[in-house]
């Protein structure tokens, strides 16, 4: 069973930085895609990021273009979401997922295996 746990979410003033941490168990995580989505009160989820299982690919959302960046590290099984220039929109849970192959996809049903989510509130 793959466990996925988010951490580095929190309360930040707009324009400030945040990381997004997601840790997978299991030993085959560089052979899987990873992305980020989130969830605003209301919302439904949303793509944020994605990154192939080698990190040579990588894909955002257009709305976050320019700000967030996706990596990854597989000798550590984790994915990362460098957030800059946050703005009081980008105010969500945002949850990490491992995907059932080793591409970059935007569609959250493509993917098997969910965190737990972390907010991010940012402060106008």
């Known amino acids: 069973q793959v466990q996925l746990a988010e951490s580095g979410g929190g309360l930040v003033q707009a324009g400030g930085s945040l990381r997004l941490s997601c840790a997978a168990s299991?030993?085959?995580?560089?052979?899987?895609?990873m992305g980020w989505f989130r969830q605003a009160p209301g919302k439904e989820r949303e793509f944020v990021a994605t990154i192939n299982w080698s990190g040579g690919s990588t894909y955002c959302a257009d709305s976050v273009k320019g700000r967030f960046t996706i990596s990854r590290d597989n000798a550590k099984n984790t994915v990362y979401l460098q957030m800059n220039n946050l703005k009081p929109e980008d105010t969500a849970v945002y949850y990490c997922?491992?995907?059932?192959?080793?591409?970059?996809?935007?569609?959250?049903?493509?993917?098997?295996?969910w965190g737990q989510g972390t907010q991010v509130t940012v402060s106008s």
């Open positions: 299991g030993r085959t995580f560089s052979n899987f895609g």
């Open positions: 997922g491992r995907a059932y192959s080793g591409g970059v996809y935007t569609n959250n049903r493509l993917y098997a295996y």
